[in-house]
T-cell receptor, first 115, second 111 residues
Framework: NAGVMQNPRHLVRRRGQEARLRCSPM?????VYWYRQLPEEGLKFMVY????????ESGMPKERFSAEFPKEGPSILRIQQVVRGDSAAYFC?????????????FGEGSWLTVV | QQQVKQSPQSLIVQKGGIPIINCAYE??????FPWYQQFPGKGPALLIA?????SEKKEGRFTISFNKSAKQFSLHIMDSQPGDSATYFC??????????FGTGTRLTIIP
């Protein structure tokens, strides 16, 4: 009965390094969403993926950010050449296929700190 | 049109009181309206959700009121407790698309 699993929970990177955040959706869920939350702010949509497909990446910065959800394995959010402004909590969420209006469940988040 | 406007930004209520958090939306295609509760350092947890064909839904001490014609919905917390102190987010969604979140309400329940 595992929920949405994210790792690492906390990550510190120096400016210019790469950050990789992983998300394993709930069992039976094939829709994955990534959201970013800056301190004291709400959740901002980044990208929506299904297995092997990016459905909506309208919230992703055009440069340095990429996401994938391969046929096997977790979804990965990758941030290249991190800058201080990338410091935030990154939340992954998942939902099952099919029926409209399915509940979306969130993981505990990955807190990225860029120093 | 994809926005969900949430108010107030912060709210302080005495224990036992009934905090009310309001949200409004524009997109009439939205068909699912959840509320999430978030504690510091944790992910958002689903609290309660409603669909637009229902005007009210209760789960324990939490009630959603939904006004389809006004395109507004609100969360009421009955008999509020200090443990309810958290940030609350309303959200909206249509189909299998992404959730659009409100900006959040930081609720403090004082003993």
């Amino acid at each position: 009965n595992a929920g949405v699993m994210q790792n690492p929970r906390h990550l510190v990177r120096r400016r210019g390094q790469e950050a990789r955040l992983r998300c394993s959706p709930m069992k039976g869920h094939s829709h994955v969403y990534w959201y970013r939350q800056l301190p004291e702010e709400g959740l901002k949509f980044m990208v929506y993926l299904q297995k092997e497909n990016i459905i909506d990446e309208s919230g992703m910065p055009k440069e340095r950010f990429s996401a994938e959800f391969p046929k096997e394995g977790p979804s990965i959010l990758r941030i290249q050449q991190v800058v201080r402004g990338d410091s935030a909590a990154y939340f992954c969420a998942s939902s099952p296929t099919g029926v409209s209006g399915n509940t979306i469940y969130f993981g505990e988040g990955s807190w990225l700190t860029v120093v | 049109q994809q926005q969900v406007k949430q108010s107030p930004q912060s709210l302080i209520v005495q224990k036992g009181g009934i905090p009310i958090i309001n949200c409004a939306y524009e997109n009439t295609a939205f068909d699912y309206f959840p509320w999430y509760q978030q504690f510091p350092g944790k992910g958002p947890a689903l609290l309660i959700a409603i669909r637009p064909d229902v005007s009210e839904k209760k789960e324990g001490r939490f009630t959603i009121s939904f006004n389809k014609s006004a395109k507004q919905f609100s969360l009421h917390i009955m008999d509020s407790q200090p443990g309810d102190s958290a940030t609350y987010f309303c959200a909206a969604r249509w189909g299998n698309e992404k959730l659009t979140f409100g900006t959040g309400t930081r609720l403090t329940i004082i003993p």
